[in-house]
């Protein structure tokens, strides 16, 4: 029998949320505090100390010895640095715990090892973090005890964003503005705050730890770099929302019970496509605390895992031939009165003010395709864009019949008169209820999709931070709208100024819509035609990161300066040329110190047989054969290895960081595919006994 789990009990309860600060501060303070929530005011010190000493006594009484500021620096992960609640000793050899308001507002940690592409020179490397006052503090329990994390922002000192959060909160800050702008033309008078809604669902694999510590490329590079496909892939789709093994379902009820506790609203759960690939969604948060609740999701799968004696890839990537794993960014706009200005209502042909903010959000993604691609790219990505049910690299948008009809009859006649409607499914079977049918169908292949009240940005990797994603979807959209708004402002005839509007941005932008199916290889053809970018890699997308109209765009509304902006290009650029290294170190390593000698052992085993199947008078040409098959591959492997250890030393030479990222990319990446392919190959041949390292099957197939 399993134990009950009384969810509505645990929600949250290792959460200092505004139950526990309603509960335990006074009532000046909590109201100072949730003023400057709501309104984004400084809060005094006083203040302050006063919210830190209850902070400190709640999570005290939830076991906690430690606080730390939980920040999101540019390497992709969450970063922290634990200090411990005791002051001084006092003479009677005692200590108190103190947690001061400044401790809570402001911490320095020397961190001055994380990237910051030139931004800070190690001499002055000060670099601050700045409580996040809008997502909640909350007690994480692990091995080294429970520690109270106060999530924060991370800033030089000179005030430069280092972190993923900083522009994440200034995006919102400018998408606020300008929506409210928006609604205000339409006659909304009440809403005094927009937000981006956000659900972000995550897609991951899981397998046996045992194995994982068995192959090399697993453990440094957290994919594998060699490995034959098993007779059986995906190709039965037996995996997708099938039957949750008993292993793995412990250990989702393992992950949701901790994502609860820490106030993640953990909602669906499901096998994937892939075999050993599962995925979970939360419900959707305002954008930061979205994109904080999906560090904590990534963090528990990855610890919950060890613990059921698993391992959690987050890697998009894992294994070549199956499907990649992503993460699917749902986003909308919604006001603090509890409206989806992504709503289209059901008649959608008669709602203006949608209208106006599809056609802003279509105005934005054209223009700015290529930054929005950029958002989601990193090295993992590559290998899963435009292959297995990913969306390709390049960027449409997905409208349905529904909403694309109502555009064409505005680009036709700047008005549209109906809305097709959905009518009802017909099942055939007359037992089963009648069911309302929606106007649009799902298309899955697409990497931007409107899905009934939000679009759903399905380019995003796995393992990456939803922030990059959002800052640009929050800011190609607030500059649409302002762009909007400075005409409609001053229009004299506001009706007939916003019809003039949508028809011509419908017109203009149409281009970006595209319906069909977007793993075809006609659409990357018809693509090119409509001149839409085709950015393949993450060394391709990221000089859109530093282009004029990016630059003047993210200036404009003070969400990254220039500086900011080149100093995020050259980490990007950085990043990829250390994880293309060590993927090819580790192969080199591989093939060097585990491959080659199976394979001389397996020849000799090989050539002992010939020669005992000869002495016995047998034919031994089968076996000959053999042996010639696997000598000849292992003559492509050594020269594969020979040729890309030559590469990954060259590249020693380059100095700049585009160059050498660049030579990465179209010099070592090749090199790397041509060693893994006789590779392959002779794991096909090779006896299994022989082969150093657990197969794909082994490793998907057995969890
Ligand atoms: P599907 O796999 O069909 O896309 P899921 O239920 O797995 O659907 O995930 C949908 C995600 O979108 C969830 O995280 C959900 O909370 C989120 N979501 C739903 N409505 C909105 C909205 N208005 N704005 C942003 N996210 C939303
Ligand atoms: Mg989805």
Not at 92 to 121: C, Q, T
Not at 220 to 234: E, I, S, V
Not at 297 to 317: F, I, N, Y
Not at 694 to 700: A, N, Q, T
């Amino acid at each position: 029998m399993s134990e009950v789990i009384n969810v509505a009990a645990i929600f949250g309860e290792d959460v200092f949320n505004d139950t526990v600060m309603q509960e335990r501060l006074p009532k000046k303070v909590y109201r100072d505090l949730k003023r400057m929530i709501e309104e984004g005011q400084e809060l005094d010190i006083d203040t302050a100390d006063v919210i830190a000493h209850e902070m400190k006594e709640w999570a005290i009484e939830k076991g906690a010895t430690h606080y730390s500021h939980w920040f999101q620096p540019l390497t992709g992960v969450t970063a922290e640095k634990h200090d411990s609640f005791i002051s001084t000793p006092m003479d009677n050899g005692k200590v108190l715990m103190s947690f001061s308001g400044k401790e809570l507002i402001k911490g320095e940690p020397d961190a001055s090892s994380f990237p910051s592409g030139g931004l800070r020179a190690t001499f002055e490397a000060r670099g601050y973090t700045a409580w996040d006052c809008t997502s909640p503090a909350f007690v994480r329990k692990d091995a080294s005890g429970a520690t109270l994390c106060i999530p924060t922002a991370f800033c030089s000192y000179t005030g430069e964003a280092l972190d993923q959060k900083t522009p994440l909160l200034r995006s919102m800050e400018a998408i606020n503005t300008q929506a409210l702008r928006l609604v205000r033309l339409f006659g909304n008078t009440t809403s005094r705050k927009v937000t981006p809604s956000v659900g972000a669902e995550q897609e991951y694999f899981l397998i046996d730890e045992a194995k994982f510590k068995l192959r090399k490329d697993l453990v440094y590079t957290g994919r594998t770099l060699f490995g034959a496909m098993p007779p059986k892939g995906q190709e039965m789709d037996d995996h997708y929302f099938g039957t949750i093994r008993k292993r793995v379902g412990a250990f989702m009820k393992d992950v949701n019970v901790e994502l609860w506790k820490l106030g993640v609203p953990s909602k669906t759960q499901h096998n994937e496509v892939a075999p050993a690939q599962h995925e979970l969604a939360p419900i959707f948060a305002p954008v930061n605390v979205a994109l904080d609740h999906n560090h904590i999701v990534m963090h528990t799968l990855k610890r919950v895992a060890r613990d059921h004696g698993m391992k959690c890839l987050l890697h998009e990537k894992p294994f070549a031939g199956v499907n990649g794993s992503g993460k699917h960014d749902n986003w909308s706009l919604t006001t603090d009165d509890g409206k989806n200005l992504l709503n289209p209502g059901r008649t959608p042909h008669e709602n203006t003010q949608f209208l106006l903010v599809l056609a802003c959000i279509l105005r934005a993604v054209d223009r700015h395709a290529a930054l929005l691609r950029e958002s989601a790219a990193d090295p993992g990505n590559d290998l899963r864009l435009g292959a297995d049910e990913a969306p390709p690299a390049i960027i449409s948008v997905f409208l349905g019949e529904q909403l694309s009809d109502v555009l064409e009859q505005w680009i036709d006649k700047g008005e549209a008169t109906h809305s097709i409607k959905g009518g009802v499914l017909e099942t055939g079977v007359s037992t089963l209820p009648e069911l309302a049918k929606d106007a649009t169908d799902r298309n899955r292949t697409s990497p931007f999709a409107f899905t009934g009240n939000k679009f759903e940005f399905r380019m995003v990797g796995s393992k990456d931070s939803i922030a990059s994603p959002n800052v640009v979807l929050n800011t190609i959209v607030a500059e649409a709208f302002a762009e909007a708004c400075d005409e409609l402002e001053k229009a004299e005839d506001f009706d007939e100024a916003v019809h003039t509007l949508i028809q011509k941005y419908a017109t203009e932008h149409q281009r970006i819509i595209f319906n069909g199916n977007g793993y075809s290889d006609a659409w990357v053809v018809e693509a090119e035609r409509r001149g839409l970018p085709n950015l393949k890699s993450f060394v391709d997308a990221i000089p859109a990161l530093t282009t004029p109209e990016t630059v003047e765009m993210f200036e404009k509304f003070h969400v990254l300066t220039r500086t900011e902006l080149e100093s995020r290009a050259e980490i990007k650029y950085e990043n990829f040329a250390k994880i293309i290294n060590i993927e090819a170190r580790t192969m080199i390593d591989m093939a060097s110190k585990q491959i080659i000698p199976a394979i001389l052992k397996y020849t000799r085993e090989l050539a002992d047989t010939i020669n005992a199947v000869r002495a016995a008078g047998v034919d031994a040409s089968v076996q000959k054969e053999i042996l010639k098959d696997v000598t000849f591959l292992l003559v492509e492997t050594r020269n594969a290895l020979k040729a890309l250890s030559k590469v990954t030393e060259e590249v020693r030479g380059i100095v700049d960081v585009k160059e050498k990222a660049e030579y990465y990319h179209n010099v070592v990446r090749p090199a790397m595919d041509a060693l893994r392919a006789p590779v392959d190959k002779l794991e096909m041949i090779v006896d299994k006994e022989d082969w150093p390292m657990p197969s794909y099957g082994d490793l998907i197939f057995e969890v």
